[in-house]
């Protein structure tokens, strides 16, 4: 029972996104500890390669990071990419270190289809192990939780590394029957993407074209199958364990996953109504792009531009306490994206302008959109009777500038930061490299990064900084950025500070004063709807026109009000459509005294 407990929590180490904790720069002396440590744990074989490679020359960082479990491991990263990582007391090298050196651990070898259901979060099942014989004895003799790596059919690059399940002993008593290896990184999980994303090494296995094992053409019935079918029914346990626990107790999901696995058609209705999590947001951008065609696209739509598809209907799709952003997909563009969607038959994309994509054609017969289920309305973010308080967050895009310091710690270009994200990441760049003062704590000496970064053109170089003139110069030099979240309309993320609503008086001809308001877009705020509710509350003449194309001026739309309507202005902004104050200028602002004619 316990290793089943141990091989469930090793199932989705790398699946799902990690959250970087900290990231350290090892000194010489852990150096030469987890050089030790790795040359009595591998084959001599390896030896050249740990001591070229954790040198007291190179940089060898320890970064901790948290799993979506909640659980915390170490990740030793060298030259931009993870060579290791320590589980459950063993260090397990990762695909990049086992590409770098072939001979570091023993192989299993499967069938290529495999790889897909891996990385699905499957572990690798004894029957899908691939002999030259029919003699088990051809594995060797080894214990339980074994560090192995697995490779494909006619390549011996690894594509997972794991421990295994059962001991050698144990597979000669089952008769190569049940799990082999325990998965615990496989190619193109969330680890790999932490290095550079390298494609994997073709190396070709000339000694596997005899190979004993099932042929991929029996696969559908034969008990090699049937494993591998179990395997998904698994993956789905373990989706959806997290999920599973009312008011402290745990619920079996077998009767869940049985009735999912009823048959193949089933399965995929049911995968295409229900929404997918945020954390997977390949997935959540195809069930948005197919919940906006199927319930938002008519055919007099079309052509529909690709810009308003995506940020008009997908966005009103996705659901309140989820994001949609493409540049988190392997995608990073929307037009990348809807070229493979016609790539399967789904639209035709065409060209209108020059930079302007339209969806000249839909298949509206296609399988994925047939069997896609339009959520039902309790499923679905329900527009309010009542405005609800809409979310304003302040983010922060790395600049080019300060990408040396937070690349290592795992922010990338177009990566999101909020405030405390940014400062954690200076305190720990200031405390891993020991720039804080020996003489005064509140002083932080620069190294040539920071006063290269911060210090002005033609100005003298600066040496040090308190810590709030450090934080406050960082953030001059990173990317402002938002996202505005509006309950049932999904968020949006958008580039530079938050456009503030202007509330301003103004007279006009005759002596007349008006109050005008701007900017009610950014909170998604219709100016034609707070136009109605002020013709109502203030009993004066309201209308609503579209500002100039003027330097310094909001875009969008202008709502006029006859009369100083500032005091009702504000019970509406604040009280009824729940926009907070700090964004909300003018409210105490005196009429002006120019006059329009």
């Known amino acids: 029972i316990y290793l089943s407990i141990v091989l469930l929590f090793y199932a989705v180490m790398f699946r799902k996104p990690f959250r970087v904790k900290s990231n350290s720069l090892l000194k010489n002396s852990d150096k030469r500890k987890l050089r030790d440590s790795l040359l009595s744990l591998y084959s001599e074989d390896a030896g050249e390669w740990v001591n070229s490679l954790i040198s007291l020359k190179q940089d060898v960082y320890l970064i901790r990071v948290t799993l979506h479990s909640g659980d915390v491991i170490s990740v030793y990263s060298c030259l931009g990419n993870p060579i290791f990582f320590n589980c459950r007391d063993k260090l397990i090298p990762t695909l990049y270190a086992i590409w770098q050196c072939p001979n570091l651990i023993p192989y299993f070898t499967t069938w290529p289809l495999v790889l897909e259901k891996l990385q699905n979060g499957a572990d690798l099942m004894l029957p899908g192990i691939v002999l030259k014989s029919s003699d088990s004895e051809e594995l060797g003799t080894f214990p339980k939780e074994r560090v192995t790596a697995v490779s494909l059919v006619g390549n011996k690059s690894a594509v997972a590394v794991g421990v295994t399940s059962v001991s050698s002993d144990d597979i000669a008593r089952s008769g190569m029957r049940g799990k082999g290896v325990a998965v615990l990184h496989v190619y193109q999980d969330h680890l790999w993407e932490m290095g550079k994303k390298d494609l994997l090494p073709q190396i070709p296995d000339v000694d596997m074209p005899g190979a004993f094992s099932l042929d991929p053409s029996q696969l559908d019935s034969t008990e090699f199958e049937q494993s591998f079918d179990e395997l998904e029914l698994v993956g789905d346990e373990l989706d959806c364990r997290d999920d599973d626990t009312v008011d402290g107790t745990r619920h079996s999901c077998t009767e869940e996953t049985a009735e999912a696995s009823a048959t193949a058609s089933d399965r995929v209705v049911e995968k295409s109504n229900s929404c997918p999590p945020a954390s997977d947001m390949d997935s959540l951008l195809m069930w948005c792009f197919l919940f ?305 004619t």
């Open 292 to 596: 906006a065609l199927r319930a938002k696209v008519r055919r007099t739509d079309l052509p529909l531009l690709t810009s308003t598809l995506y940020s008009d209907l997908m966005q009103q799709c996705c659901p309140a306490d989820a994001s949609l952003d493409v540049k988190k997909t392997k995608y990073k563009k929307f037009s990348k994206f809807l070229t493979e969607m016609q790539g399967r038959g789904i639209v035709t994309v065409k060209e209108q302008s020059k930079g302007v994509d339209v969806i000249f054609a839909v298949d509206w017969k296609h399988d994925d959109l047939m069997s896609f289920v339009v959520p039902t309305q309790e499923e679905t973010p329900a527009a309010v009777s009542e405005p609800q308080l809409p979310e304003v967050e302040e983010l922060w895009n790395p600049s080019a500038a300060t990408l040396k310091i937070l690349q290592p710690l795992g922010y990338n270009k177009g990566s999101t930061m909020n405030s405390s994200e940014v400062r954690q990441a200076v305190t720990d760049y200031v405390k891993t490299n020991d720039l804080v003062s020996k003489t005064n704590r509140s002083i932080v000496v620069l190294d040539p990064v920071l006063c290269h970064m911060l210090s002005s053109k033609g100005a003298p170089p600066l040496t040090q900084l308190k810590w709030d003139e450090l934080m406050k110069k960082f953030f001059e030099k990173m990317l402002p950025c938002h996202r505005v979240k509006i309950p049932g309309r999904g968020a949006h993320l958008r580039k530079g500070v938050v456009k503030h609503v202007v509330v301003s008086t103004a007279m006009r001809t005759g002596n007349k004063k008006v109050t005008l308001i701007q900017g009610l877009e950014t909170f998604g705020v219709s100016p034609d709807e707070v136009a109605h509710e002020m013709q109502r509350k203030a009993a004066a003449s309201t209308s609503v026109g579209d500002l100039p194309a003027r330097k310094g001026q909001l875009p969008g739309k202008e709502v006029l009000i006859q009369g100083d309507a500032v005091r009702l202005v504000s019970s509406l902004l604040l009280d009824q459509y729940k926009i907070p104050a700090k964004y909300i200028d003018g409210l105490d602002q005196k009429v002006r005294s120019n006059k329009r």
